[in-house]
């Protein structure tokens, strides 16, 4: 799947109707409302004020992104004047866009566009951050509203990073990691019942907890499990697993009782030395069956095209399980789910299945919404012809309401041909769907 800039595309939008011109300044701007370039005389038909009512895009350094309508020119020396407030002074030449429609009247009518040309227009992710029999949403740490800790999870002592790159930040096959920095010792993430009620369902229940870190320092790392029973007692489980520095070891607690009436369950992941990392990815902790899970991706404006849940996977390690493999290559396919939402978060349920085995989602959802002009979305070149075609239905419709009576006519007749075009490229510049199978669910 390729990706293509919000820049990009409002260029090619405006270019794909002629409203579209870009040039370098030929005097450098200073802090006063003027941009000068005597290489605008090639388009002006010698004419002082042709470019007024235009609008003037900026790619410069103090200027970037700056949008501004023109309200004066003059051909002799090239000079735009645009309305608002001074611009800000620029040290050398920068390139400037103008157009008769805004680049940013250009950019609603894109974003507008990969929203009402979905599903004809989406891409694909998949997510197997899920584990089967795992109590611990988020478990893999993809899912961060906040920059500073994964979504259910709680700092204390410690900072919190999302880590996306590869190596120690890409490791469990999955898209990110968490890595923690302690703040002081014995700082840590975790989760606790306090947050999410559904751990207290444990009490009673024999549980084991294993987690893939890799510390900065060797036998740095210490996986606990912490309840406070309803007579104020706790009790405190850790993890005596050694661990490696610089590498990811498989930290894990088995097989551990917990009582019966518990006010408290906590879970963490801790560091022992102060200043210290660890990075913390495939978190699990399973005991009886459960059937909801956690879906990390935001999928309420999405499809579920397809559920499967990994084959067997055969090791020599007794501690490792299914989910511990790098890069499954083996999956069966799931009819028996359902989707759900709380408002908040998206749910799968999937009832009966062996515990320890990873869960793979496909998802198709709408385009990306931009805003920056570095934003990308998510689509293959064939494909962007199509979403330009829509994106010119979408920003004449919205210019429909502005001009003058003698105007109306026009702009009316370039929505048609938007929407012609649109429908002619459909066909053959669509997304190609994955075959659909009928799911019976009772």
């Not at 611990?136 to 920059?147: G, V």
């Not at 320092?217 to 007692?233: E, F, R, S, W």
């Not at 999937?350 to 085995?357: E, K, R």
């Amino acid at each position: 799947m390729g990706t293509t800039t919000a820049d990009t595309l409002c260029e090619q939008l405006s270019k794909s109707f002629g409203d579209f011109l870009s040039f370098s300044t030929t005097t450098n701007i200073a802090a006063n409302n003027l941009v000068v370039s005597t290489t605008l005389a090639s388009w002006d038909n010698g004419a002082d004020d042709y470019f007024i009512g235009w609008y003037i895009y900026i790619k410069g350094t103090a200027n970037d992104g700056v949008e501004r309508k023109i309200s004066d020119y003059a051909t002799a020396t090239g000079t735009i004047t645009v309305f608002g407030a001074a611009l800000a002074a620029e040290s050398g030449s920068v390139v400037c866009e103008i157009r008769r429609y805004s680049r940013e009247k250009c950019l609603d009518a894109i974003n507008h566009a990969t929203l009402e040309s979905f599903p004809k227009l989406g891409y694909y992710q998949e997510d197997i951050s899920i584990v089967s029999g795992n109590w611990l949403p988020n478990n893999s740490f993809e899912k961060w509203t906040s920059s500073s800790y994964p979504d259910f999870w709680k700092v204390v002592g410690v900072t919190a990073e999302q880590i996306t790159t590869t190596g120690l930040g890409y490791q469990m096959g999955k898209s990110s990691s968490a890595k923690i920095t302690a703040t002081a010792d014995g700082g840590y993430l975790g989760i606790s019942s306090k947050t999410y009620p559904r751990l207290l369902d444990l009490a009673g229940q024999t549980v084991s907890l294993k987690v893939w870190a890799a510390p900065e320092v060797a036998n740095d790392v210490t996986a606990t499990i912490l309840t406070v029973n309803i007579d104020g007692t706790a009790n405190t489980y850790d993890s005596t697993t050694t661990s490696v520095a610089g590498n990811y070891t498989l930290i894990t607690i088995d097989d551990q009782k917990l009582d019966d009436e518990l006010n408290e369950i906590l879970i963490y992941f801790s560091v022992a030395t102060d200043t210290k990392w660890v990075y913390l990815d495939n978190a699990r902790l399973t005991a009886k069956q459960i059937d909801q899970y956690f879906v990390p991706v935001d999928i309420r404006n999405s499809r579920i095209q397809a559920v499967y849940i990994q084959e067997d996977w055969a090791t020599t390690k007794e501690s490792y399980e299914p989910c511990d493999s790098l890069s499954p290559t083996k999956w069966k396919r799931i009819y028996n789910w359902h989707y759900w939402t709380d408002n908040e978060y998206d749910w799968i349920e999937i009832p009966d299945l062996p515990t320890g085995y990873l869960i793979r989602i496909i998802i198709f959802s709408p385009l990306e919404t931009l805003t920056a002009a570095t934003d990308t979305i998510s689509i293959d070149s064939k494909n962007v012809l199509l979403l330009l075609a829509y994106a010119r239905y979408k920003l004449f419709q919205a210019e429909r309401g502005l001009p003058s009576a003698k105007d109306t006519t026009r702009v009316e007749k370039m929505m048609a041909e938007a929407l012609t075009e649109y429908n002619r490229l459909l066909p053959n510049c669509s997304v190609n769907k994955l075959l659909e199978t009928v799911r019976i669910v009772n």
